[in-house]
């Protein structure tokens, strides 16, 4: 019984095992240092459809020996402070670098296109050398990201109308004319034929009691985030009785692509009088 409990606390006291010895400082090297100088892209944007945008990134030789060769370089979206090798790449290029210490180079490459990734806020980010292949005095410098964010959601068409003005001009008999403004919400272009259906009302919400004065199948090509004014044409019947009314257009976007969530809506203008 000593003799084992001596062995134990031999045992315990022991103390713990030195920390392992700090790496050996990098001798001369190159090391790259990312920086974000300019991104475009569209504020809302779809993943998964063709967009128009681009990244331009400044790439400098921070260390102490020249840089000859090809760089991966991985442009991704982030949520985060600082791009990572775990986020959604949205392309992997290489390119031929020739830099002497403290040279730097701009480099700009378009985006056609992004991947599938969740809806949400992101940045775009650069990774130089992502794999860690290359040699530098420093890892911990090789990503940067812009500062401004992108609102990244699954294509959609949201498409809302609204009436430029108060109808002018219209009478008991006769055909007019008002204007109707067409916005496209959505992150996409909308395409296809909006079915237009007008009314006259004596209040500014639609009913099925409202007089049909109007349809107007209007030829869609509407890039997201614009609007386009549209002239649709009003026939008043005769015998229409004086008073205060108001101008209802229904929109059916059922053939619209692609075909909004909410694919009907309604809009009123102000009052008038006949």
Same mark, same amino acid.
């Given at each position: ?33 990312? +920086? ?13 459809? !063709? ?9 400098t030789n921070a260390g102490d020996l ?69 040699? +530098? !005095?420093? +890892? ?78 209007? !030829?869609?090509?509407? !890039? ?24 209802i257009a229904k929109l059916d976007a ?21």
């Amino acid at each position: 019984y000593h003799a084992i409990r001596r062995n134990s606390l031999t045992t315990a006291s022991k103390p713990p095992p030195p920390p392992p010895p700090p790496p050996p400082p990098v001798g001369p090297a190159a090391d790259l240092v990312a +920086e974000v100088a300019k991104a475009t892209m569209p504020s809302a944007v779809a993943s998964q459809t !063709k967009i128009k945008g681009s990244i331009s990134v400044r790439v400098t030789n921070a260390g102490d020996l020249s840089l000859s060769g090809l760089v991966p370089i991985s442009i991704r979206l982030t949520a985060g402070d600082s791009p990572t090798t775990d986020d959604v790449e949205v392309l992997r290029t290489f390119k031929e670098l020739r830099l002497k210490p403290g040279q730097a180079k701009t480099l700009k490459f378009a985006i056609s296109q992004l991947p599938d990734v969740d809806p949400g806020t992101y940045h775009l980010g650069v990774i130089l050398d992502p794999e860690d292949a290359m040699v +530098e !005095k420093l +890892e911990t410098n090789n990503t940067a990201e812009s500062a401004a964010t992108y609102a990244v959601a699954d294509p959609f068409v949201t498409l809302t109308g609204a009436y430029r003005g108060t109808p002018t001009g219209l009478a008991s008999g006769k055909a007019g004319r008002a204007s109707l403004d067409l916005t496209n919400a959505g992150n996409v272009p909308a395409s296809g034929v909006l079915d237009v259906t007008l009314y006259l009302s004596s209040d500014d919400e639609w009913d099925a009691g409202d007089l049909l004065v109007g349809a107007v199948p209007l !030829k869609l090509k509407l !890039k997201a985030g614009t609007v386009k004014a549209n002239k649709v044409k009003v026939i008043v019947p005769v015998g229409m009785a004086a008073g205060t009314y108001f101008l209802i257009a229904k929109l059916d976007a059922a053939t619209v692509q692609p075909t909004p969530a909410d694919a009907d809506s309604v809009t009123a203008s102000g009052a008038f009088t006949l």
